[in-house]
C-alpha cells in the first residue's frame, strides 16, 4: 500500500513529529486511542507499537532508520494481551516511511505490507493519521 502527503515544514521538524512520543501518540492515536510505541528509536532495535487498551500490538525491528530521510520497520510477532505471539501471515512484512523536502516542503510517503483483511481499515486510517502529521507539523497561521 502507498499512501502520501505534502507538508510545509523542513524534513527535520516532520521527522520529530513522526518519531518523538508526545507527537507520535497524537498521531497513531488515529489507529488505536492512546497507542504509544516502546523502543530506543535505533537502527536495528526492537520496537514495539502498542494498543493500551487491548494490551495489543506489533512487535516490530527498526531494520533502516536514516535521520530525516528514510526509517523501515520489519514487523515480526503480533502482540495480544501483553503477549508477544507468532505472526505467521504477516512476520516479515515493511513499513516504510520516507521524507523528500523541496523547497520547504516535505513529502511524506509511507509504503507498507498489508495483509487483506487490514487493507481497508489502512486505506481509511493513513490518510486520516497522515493529515494529523501535517496538521501537527505546519506552523500555525494568526488569525
Do not use: C
Amino acid at each position: 500500500m502507498h499512501f502520501t502527503v505534502d507538508i510545509k515544514a523542513p524534513k527535520e521538524l516532520v521527522w520529530k513529529v513522526l518519531w518523538e512520543d508526545a507527537y507520535f501518540r497524537g498521531w497513531s492515536s488515529i489507529f488505536a486511542e492512546g497507542s504509544y510505541a516502546i523502543s530506543d528509536w535505533k537502527e536495528g532495535s526492537k520496537i514495539q507499537f502498542i494498543d493500551p487498551g487491548s494490551q495489543s500490538g506489533m512487535s516490530s525491528v527498526i531494520e533502516k532508520s536514516i535521520l530525516n530521510e528514510f526509517m523501515s520497520f520489519k514487523h515480526i510477532t503480533e502482540i495480544k494481551d501483553g503477549k508477544e505471539q507468532p505472526l505467521p501471515n504477516w512476520s516479515g512484512a515493511h513499513e516504510n516511511y520516507t521524507l523528500k523536502e523541496n523547497d520547504g516542503t516535505t513529502t511524506l510517503i509511507v509504503d507498507l505490507d498489508a495483509m487483506d483483511e487490514y487493507k481497508d481499515m489502512f486505506e481509511d486510517k493513513f490518510p486520516k493519521a497522515l493529515e494529523r502529521v501535517k496538521i501537527l507539523a505546519e506552523p500555525q497561521k494568526a488569525i
